[in-house]
């Protein structure tokens, strides 16, 4: 069982950056593949970045967000920089066991997200 937590969204104009966190908790934390996703309102949800082995991008954010993961701590991080306002969305933290990185379906848990907007 793992529990994650998000943290560090808020409101930054256009071209701002913002670093996302999420605390987890379990014993094997290091065993998960971390993903963030990301929720438009009246859209689905859309796979951002994941982190097992290898990181992994949506073409959308590819050379601007950087997702990086700390196992002794327990965290996944969200490195947002050069923001634009189609970014705005409620992202969530997600852990799967598998490796089936881009599939909202593929994860087991998740957290209660956190909004970032951005202001053009």
């Known amino acids: 069982q793992v529990q994650l937590v998000e943290s560090g969204g808020g409101v930054v104009q256009a071209g701002g950056s913002l670093r996302l966190s999420c605390a987890a908790s379990?014993?094997?934390?290091?065993?998960?593949?971390m993903g963030w996703f990301r929720q438009a309102p009246g859209k689905e949800r859309k796979f951002v970045a994941a982190?097992?082995?290898?990181?992994y991008y949506a073409d959308s954010v590819k050379g601007r967000f950087t997702i990086s993961r700390d196992n002794v701590k327990k965290a996944v991080y969200l490195q947002m920089n050069s923001l634009k306002p189609e970014d705005t969305a409620v992202y969530y933290c997600?852990?799967?066991?598998?490796?089936?990185?881009?599939?909202?379906?593929?994860?087991?848990?998740w957290g209660q997200g956190t909004q970032v907007t951005v202001s053009s």
């Open positions: 997600a852990a799967q066991y598998g490796n089936n990185f881009f599939d909202v379906e593929a994860y087991n848990y």
């Open positions: 379990g014993r094997t934390f290091s065993s998960y593949a």
């Open positions: 982190y097992r082995w290898s990181t």
